[in-house]
């Protein structure tokens, strides 16, 4: 069973003003909110990355793209950490999609349909933990928008 989830450390850092927060761009939302751990493991294989700084809502964001490249028929995407040389790739084969990592050993072989009903829990997660804090993201355009609600 694939574990896709998060350990959030640091989730408005940047913006303690919830008045920031308002304001907030896409990129702020991106890159500047909703740091921590990236939890991706399926036994024996574990490439979660416990680095403390992954934006969790880019990741979110950017694997739902890939995904939905591959349900389009793509063959094969890459997810490019954020200041750093580690990737995941994912391979489609057939109704299947394989999850490898530059930075540990092993695969994750998960059905195509399995891996996005645990990148649909992992961004309704990510989306209530934010929202608990921070009730005001829930009329936030960009952060809707990223992270829409269900």
Known sequence: MLDLSYRLLTPYEE???????AKATEVDFRFRV????????????DFSARWGWIPLIDFAVSVREILSHLKRGGARSQFEFTESEATLTFVRHETGLVITASY????IPIPLSSFEERL????GGLRADLV?????????PVFNRLLPEE
């Open 34 to 45: 909703a740091l921590g751990d990236l939890i991706l493991a399926a036994p024996p294989s």
């Open 104 to 107: 540990a050993p092993g695969e």
């Open 120 to 123: 649909r829990w992992f961004e």
């Open 132 to 140: 608990k804090n921070q009730p005001a993201l829930e009329r936030h």
């Open 15 to 21: 913006f303690p003003d919830p008045d920031d927060l």
